[in-house]
């Protein structure tokens, strides 16, 4: 599988039911090929401006590599808390910290490569920023800050550019992910 990397197989997922109450664990590449609803934690980050912070996904990704999507997602490890792991891949993926508060939570299910699918019970988190972003460059190719209505008005015209899982949180939540305490 193109982009695949061997850290994938020693991660495992926190499976869950649709309270999302746990109710068992499983390796992350199979809960995927077999598409187990699992746990996820996405972060969404503003700046003063308004600003939403995007990254386009890194082509050695192994699904829905090179598209973009709000500033990072994961999975929380066995025994870790949603927040911690939110708070852990951040600086992982874009190279800076900040304070992060929990906004929402959502569901999708979603193919996203021909043996993948994504079925996540979602924490999304807020954040603030206005300094400097230093992309993991195994992680992301490019980063972007854009307003509301230009992001809007861009998914519309190109959806095939952006994640799935991106698009369901525009969808669903809207300007409220551009609110950030």
Known sequence: MQGFRMDDTLEQVILV???DKEIGRADKLPA??????HRAVSIC???DQGRMLLQRRAASKYHSAGLWANACCSHPRPGEATD??????????L????PLSWKAQTHYRAQVAADL?????????????????YPNPQEVDDVSWFDYNSLNAEIMRNPDKYT????????????DLFEAP
């Open 17 to 19: 039911d649709m309270e």
């Open 45 to 47: 980050i503003v700046d």
């Open 164 to 175: 799935y899982w991106f698009r369901h949180y525009i969808r669903v939540f809207g300007k």
């Open 117 to 133: 699918i994504e079925d996540e019970f979602v924490h999304i988190f807020v954040g603030r920023h206005n300094g400097e972003v």
């Open 32 to 37: 995927h090929r077999l598409g187990y609803l």
């Open 95 to 98: 190279g800076f910290s900040c």
């Open 84 to 93: 911690r792991a939110a708070s852990r891949r951040l600086p992982e993926e």
